[in-house]
């Protein structure tokens, strides 16, 4: 049986870019020994160019299905036909270097934001759980000097 060698287009539509799925899309190709390479569009979509035996080309429309998030709308496919110069191990194409770093920092200055507001609340938490570990070892403490007592008792017998 001879094993046919598919290649593909593939266009994911909807608020794709900036989420992480690009990083979902070159483990699974790479897992499949798919060829190809993915990028970032100026159109806000995500498009991939791949090739690689039609069982694993199907397995990896699937999986990235499966992994498809609310923000994607849409996943098309379209075969071609012509022969495509596609680099051996699947990867990621960066289409503007400074717009994709500047857009990772302000998300993770965001996210950032986030924690610092999500904390706030945990000094009253922190502070109250501190007094009651100081009543904790003050009570321990006690405890102890009345065994040490019971043990100097049992050892003058």
Do not use: W
């Not at 496919?77 to 500047?102: C, I, M, N």
């Amino acid at each position: 049986m001879q094993t046919q060698i598919k290649r593909y287009n593939i266009l994911l539509r909807g608020k794709v870019q900036h989420i992480g799925y690009r990083g979902i899309i070159e483990g699974t190709a790479r897992k499949l020994d798919i060829k190809g390479y993915v990028f970032n569009d100026v159109d806000g979509n995500v498009k991939i160019a791949c090739e690689g035996l039609q069982k694993s080309i199907d397995t990896f429309i699937n999986t990235l299905n499966e992994f498809a998030r609310s923000d994607i709308d849409s996943i098309e496919k379209k075969e071609v036909h012509e022969e495509l110069y596609l680099p051996s191990v699947f990867s990621r194409v960066a289409t503007d270097d400074y717009y994709e770093f500047s857009k990772k920092f302000d998300i993770g200055i965001d996210f950032l934001d986030g924690i610092k507001i999500d904390t706030g609340g945990m000094k009253e938490s922190l502070t109250n759980i501190n007094t009651t570990l100081e009543a904790f070892v003050i009570k321990q403490d006690g405890h102890n000097q009345h065994l040490e007592k019971i043990l100097e008792k049992l050892a003058e017998k």
